[in-house]
C-alpha cells in the first residue's frame, strides 16, 4: 500500500497524448470518492464531468474569462487551455457542498481524501493521468453558472485526466514532522 501511494503521481496537461480514457475509469474513480472518511457521512462533495463531446464547451468557457480578465494575455496561457479542448480526456469539475452540520473544515477535509482516492484509481492505469487543478477561473461567475452550483456550494477546481505515454513514479519528499511523545 505505501509503494502505491508514494507512486502516485500528478500527470499534467503538457503531457496528455489525447487519448480518450474509457468511461468505466472514470466511474471507478467517481465511485471511489464515496470512501473517503467523512464526519457523520456528510460526504460533503459532488461532481459534474466534462465528457469529450462537451470540451469545446468548458474550453470556449474558461478562455474567454481568461482574456476578460487579463488585459495582456499570455499565449502559453491560451495554449494551455486549447489542450482542455485536444488534449485533455475528460474533466471532473469538483464541486464542495458544505453540509452546515458539521464544521466545514472537516468538510474541506474530507474532500481532499475523495480526491485522493480518486488520484489513486487513476494511479492504477498505465496509460491514464491527470491533476487536481485549481486555477482556469475556479468559481469564477461563469464557472458557477455552468456548474449550476447553489449559492451554498464552491467550485473547488477541476480533475484533468488524459492520456499519458510515460508515467511518471518517482517523487522526493521529505521525512514526515513528527513529534513521539
Ligand atoms: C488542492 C490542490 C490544488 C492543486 N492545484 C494545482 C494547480 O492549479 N496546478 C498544478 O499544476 N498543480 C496543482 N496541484 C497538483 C500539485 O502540483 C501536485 O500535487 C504536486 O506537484 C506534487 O506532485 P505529485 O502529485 O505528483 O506528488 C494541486 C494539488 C492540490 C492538492
Known sequence: MLDKIKNRRSHFTREFNGEIAPKSLLQDMLNSSIWAPSHKLTLPFRFSVVEPNSREKIKNIILDNYLQNNSNPDPKKIEKIEWIQTKVSHVICIIFKPSGIVPEWEEVASLGAAIQNMYLILNEQSDFGGY??????????????????????????????????????????????????
Do not use: C
Open 132 to 181: 487536481w487543478t485549481t486555477g482556469n477561473g475556479m468559481n469564477s461567475p461563469v464557472l458557477r453558472s455552468f456548474l449550476k452550483l447553489k449559492s451554498t456550494e464552491i467550485h473547488y477546481g477541476y480533475f484533468f485526466i488524459g492520456g499519458i505515454d510515460n508515467k511518471r513514479t518517482i517523487a522526493n519528499r521529505p521525512q514526515p514532522s513528527v513529534n513521539w511523545l
